[in-house]
């Protein structure tokens, strides 16, 4: 019996065997430039789970010729650190390039990823990272700013087919599982590629003839039609958001335990609160960005299950709360203004003077440094200005 998971037995090994992922991979396409001009790259890989981005690290470090190392962020811990950067040294005195893979990247801290820094900047280490969440927020600026983020995009049940089809094909088991198991089985997997080839071949160690009851008991607590990343994941959310708007607590909630019970992250859901107090209620209630910011925190924090009820005391309140878009509208025109009048220079009368020539050019002209000072000239550009009163 073949001890290795399926999923590992079928990894692809060229770029052109990874299925799903023609915005990164094909003719003038950012990974086959990379590999083309064979010049590392570093780069932090952002999508969901099960959609190839360790096997796109392993496929670049193999095309480089490097030497590849790989840990996890969730247990590495100093010395493993030491340790790579040592390798690295190494390498670099045999001439050979280190590319090294950090899994699940936004787990290291500030100071763990400051550390690796240095060595990134310098180009001892070709650094990868993978991640789930949203680099922005997870991933230090400097160590973002040296890195190139590349979108892994969630596999469509076209592209789970094909990973499954091929699969059964290696594995010759084509007369054992049913055209609909496979289909269920795609359908189940959420557009995950790895739990699709584990629930198959779970399948396949439990009946001699896959159907679809063997599907589902493979496939286990799953909830059909939520793929955390596709149409029904920004459906749902949009629903919840719409609902929040509307004040209609109950549908909020019921939105809100849809998400929970398919396994959404619930940062997704807390920073989309975030957003929402701002942009839906802002003026209306000016604690409901306090609330919810201390949501996400708690969120971080606590973990789930029980972060279930701070995000559902979290719903209820920007539901009950009254709504308002007026800083939402200003800033969107304010926004408008400043695209169409760029190249305005700022008025005199509200610039600097820190010179005496300055001062008699009429810079900061009538100013003065008292609470609540209002100028009778306005405070926009030329082209934005009403026209004086006399």
Same mark, same amino acid.
Request: aromatic share 6%; charged share 25%.
């Given at each position: 019996m073949n001890r290795v998971p399926l999923a590992e037995r079928m990894r692809p090994v060229k770029l052109s065997e990874v299925v799903g992922q023609e915005k990164i991979i094909g003719e003038g396409k950012i990974l086959t430039?990379?590999?083309?001009?064979?010049?590392?790259?570093n780069l932090i890989f952002w999508g969901p789970p099960g959609t190839g981005k360790t096997t796109l690290a392993r496929i670049l470090a193999h095309e480089f010729r490097a030497?590849?190392?790989?840990? +996890?962020?969730?247990?590495?811990?100093?010395?493993?650190?030491?340790?790579?950067?040592?390798?690295?040294?190494?390498?670099?005195?045999?001439?050979?390039?280190t590319v090294l893979f950090v899994d699940e990247i936004h787990r290291f801290n500030k100071a763990q990823q400051d550390a690796f820094?240095?060595?990134?900047?310098?180009?001892?280490?070709?650094?990868i990272g993978a991640t789930t969440e949203n680099p922005s927020f997870e991933v230090i600026s400097p160590l973002l700013s040296r890195s190139r983020v590349v979108v892994v995009q969630p596999l469509d049940k076209n592209?789970?087919?094909e990973v499954?089809?091929?699969?059964?094909?290696?594995?010759?088991?084509?007369?054992?599982?049913s055209k609909k198991a496979i289909d269920l089985i795609a359908e189940l997997s959420g557009g995950d590629a790895r739990s699709a080839l584990g629930d198959l071949e779970l399948a396949l160690s439990l009946a001699k003839k896959v159907d679809e009851n063997v599907a589902i008991e493979a496939a286990g607590r799953k909830m059909p039609g939520y793929d955390k990343k596709g149409d029904n994941h920004y459906d749902t959310i949009s629903a919840?958001?719409?609902?929040?708007?509307?004040?209609?607590?109950?549908?909020?909630?019921?939105?809100?335990?849809?998400?929970?019970?398919?396994?959404?992250d619930p940062k997704f859901i807390a920073r989309r609160m975030v957003i929402f107090a701002s942009e839906d209620i802002g003026l209306?209630?000016?604690?409901?960005?306090?609330?919810?910011?201390?949501?996400?925190?708690?969120?971080?924090?606590?973990?789930?299950?029980?972060?279930?009820l701070i995000l559902a005391h979290t719903c209820v309140a920007l539901s009950k709360s009254k709504k308002s878009r007026a800083t939402t509208d200003a800033w969107y025109e304010a926004l408008e203004m400043a695209r169409k009048t760029r190249g305005e220079p700022v008025p005199i009368h509200l610039r600097n003077a820190p010179t005496k020539l300055m001062k008699d050019l009429g810079f900061s002209k009538g100013q003065k440094w008292e609470a609540g000072?209002?100028?009778?000239? +306005?405070?926009?550009?030329?082209?934005?200005?009403?026209?004086?009163k006399t």
């Open positions: 430039e990379i590999v083309r001009r064979k010049e590392p790259v030497d590849f190392v790989e840990i +996890s962020a969730v247990t590495a811990k100093k010395a493993d650190v030491s340790e790579v950067v040592e390798r690295a040294r190494i390498n670099w005195n045999l001439g050979t390039r820094l240095p060595h990134v900047e310098s180009g001892l280490i070709t650094l592209a789970i087919l499954l089809k091929r699969a059964i094909k290696a594995e010759k088991v084509t007369k054992r599982i919840f958001i719409k609902s929040m708007r509307g004040s209609d607590v109950e549908a909020a909630l019921y939105w809100l335990a849809r998400m929970v019970e398919a396994g959404e209306a209630g000016n604690g409901a960005l306090s609330l919810a910011t201390a949501c996400f925190q708690a969120v971080e924090r606590v973990g789930m299950p029980e972060s279930g000072f209002h100028l009778d000239k +306005s405070y926009l550009p030329s082209s934005l200005s009403q026209p004086e």
